[in-house]
């Protein structure tokens, strides 16, 4: 799908004029194209699924957005509302999604995978989104942190997948 055209020596993005845009909004400007995202995670999902029907996979796809590609609450809320969940790597990371996920009101359903070093600060973030009813599922990297999981009590199970 085309998103810019160029007309008149303008620039479009669908009917809105970008330099009348930003004569009339001040620049710098930042815009953020959020239906780009939408149909990107469209287009991709559909690919994927598509292969798999092809291929006769016995098994699923699932798109997960790596919020460490732009943390940008527009973009980590536009990209986790449309993917099928998202993926964090860091503490830092974990909360500000947390955060983001909490104030749009993105279903707690959608699959939250945490990989990377596991800090204190990141498991316990871990641990708070599990007993908030978050799908956190916490891709265990060491024997210490499988110590630190099954040393805590759950009321619900907590996902775990390993680093193989």
Do not use: W
Request: charged content about 25%; some cysteine.
């Amino acid at each position: 799908m085309k998103y810019l055209t160029q007309r008149e020596s303008k620039f479009f993005y669908k009917d809105v004029d970008l330099l009348e845009f930003a004569k009339t909004n001040q620049t710098p400007a930042k815009i953020v194209f959020l239906d780009i995202i939408k149909d990107q995670i469209e287009m991709l999902q559909n690919c994927i699924n598509s292969a798999i029907k092809t291929q006769n996979f016995g098994g699923e796809f699932f798109y997960l957005y790596a919020t460490k590609a732009n943390y940008a609450s527009e973009i980590v809320f536009a990209s986790s509302f449309y993917a099928d969940g998202v993926e964090t790597s860091s503490g830092t990371d974990l909360k500000y999604t947390h955060n983001i996920l909490d104030t749009m009101k993105v279903s707690k359903q959608k699959p939250v995978v945490c990989n990377g070093f596991k800090t204190k600060d990141y498991l316990e973030e871990i641990l708070k989104m599990h007993n908030e009813e978050y799908n956190i599922v916490d891709v265990v990297d060491d024997l210490n942190e499988l110590q630190f999981l099954l040393s805590k009590k759950y009321k619900r199970p907590l996902k775990i997948g390993l680093r193989v």
